[in-house]
């Protein structure tokens, strides 16, 4: 009996031994796989990739050159408007840079006026519209801002309302004929000024359709006393 008993232990260790030798090396596939997988993918996609990278950058260079300055990258410029050597003519002014300042002194307004109808100006004041001219009281005004900042009482302006522009040397001035909400048909009004601006908080774009506009025409030109 001791040597049967014997005999059926030494068969069961044998037996255990040679179950976990195969669990063992079932294992290798499962791990052997996913390192092939790996080792392909350095060889030949990480390669592939980089060069595509690569390009990507030279691209990225090419028309970084060839592109002009967003307006994001730009920033406000009064140093022509401060010293008084500011040239009021289209090609001589630089985008973002001040031309004025508009008042409205009854409801508020009193802004700084930038070249150009973009976010940089409208941040830091309003904007004036490449559209504008500048010849006394043929001078065509066109100013845009954000209801949330500059034009904040824009709204509450009403018919007979004085407006000043006043640049380097001279003071414009304007009577309010009408403030409306609705399409905007004009983007150029006749010896006058219009100021625009988004209605009841909705986002400002020169694609809405929608807006305020206060429309007023040209009263009087005076010089800047005391200058």
């Known amino acids: ?44 996609v990480l390669p592939a990739f980089i060069g595509f990278t690569n390009k990507a950058v030279d ?14 990258d730009r920033a406000i410029n009064t140093e022509s408007f401060d010293n008084k050597t500011l040239v009021y003519e289209k090609d001589r002014i ?29 941040r830091n004041g309003v904007g004036l519209s490449n559209k504008s001219t ?3 009281f043929r001078s065509n005004i066109y100013v845009a ?17 004085k407006i000043t522009f006043e640049t380097t040397d001279k003071i414009y001035e304007y009577t309010v004929e009408s403030n409306t ?4 048909t004009t983007d150029d009004i006749s010896y006058g000024l219009i100021l625009t601006c988004d209605d009841e908080s909705k ?21 800047k006393k005391g200058e």
Request: glycine share 6%; net charge positive.
């Open 181 to 184: 909400v609705g399409m905007n």
């Open 94 to 122: 630089g985008l973002c840079e001040k031309v004025g300042v508009i008042k409205c002194e009854k409801v508020g307004i009193v802004s700084d006026v930038y070249y150009g109808v973009n976010r940089v100006s409208m």
């Open 145 to 161: 801002g954000y209801s949330s900042r500059a034009f904040k009482g824009l709204s509450n302006v009403s018919e007979g309302d």
């Open 59 to 72: 691209i990225v260079r090419d028309l970084q050159n060839d592109l002009v300055i967003d307006y994001s």
């Open 203 to 223: 986002s400002f774009s020169t694609f809405t359709n929608e807006r305020r506009y206060v429309f007023a025409s040209y009263s009087s030109m005076a010089d």
């Open 1 to 44: 009996m001791e040597k049967k008993s014997t005999k059926k232990e030494a068969t069961q260790k044998e037996t255990k031994k040679k179950s976990s030798k195969k669990k063992h090396r079932g294992v290798i596939p499962y791990v052997s796989k996913p390192l092939i997988y790996v080792l392909i993918s350095l060889i030949i």
């Open 134 to 136: 500048f010849d006394s």
